[in-house]
């Protein structure tokens, strides 16, 4: 078993910018592929980012390449996700995700879930 805690959501003005972390304890945390989605009212769940287990592969959805990065550091069993000039369309909650093997886009994939942390962005 994987658990996952998210912090670092918060309210923030259209142009600006979050750091969200996500804590990783339980089974050897660079044996995985982590991933961020996040999922907007009434909308389905989407993936955003995602990071091999040695962090050498990125994959990132249209909607916010060049805007946010996924960073890991699995001495520390942390992966981040610096978001810069936020939209108020990137309002959503945002889910770390965990799986073992290659990184992936599809939420089908990812095996362990944290609980989300809200991001909202006011316009």
């Known amino acids: 078993q994987v658990q996952l805690v998210e912090s670092g959501g918060g309210l923030v003005q259209a142009g600006g910018s979050l750091r969200l972390s996500c804590a990783a304890s339980?089974?050897?945390?660079?044996?995985?592929?982590m991933g961020w989605f996040r999922q907007a009212p009434g909308k389905e769940r989407e993936f955003v980012a995602g990071?091999?287990?040695?962090?050498?592969?990125?994959l990132y959805a249209d909607s916010v390449k060049g805007r946010f990065t996924i960073l890991r550091d699995n001495a520390k069993n942390t992966v981040s996700h610096q978001m810069n000039s936020l939209q108020p369309e990137d309002t959503a909650v945002y889910y770390c995700?965990?799986?073992?093997?290659?990184?992936?886009?599809?939420?089908?994939?990812?095996?362990?879930w944290g609980q989300g942390t809200q991001v909202t962005v006011s316009s």
């Open positions: 990071l091999s287990w040695s962090g050498g592969a990125t």
């Open positions: 339980g089974r050897t945390f660079s044996n995985f592929a």
């Open positions: 995700a965990a799986r073992s093997g290659s990184v992936q886009r599809g939420r089908v994939w990812y095996d362990y």
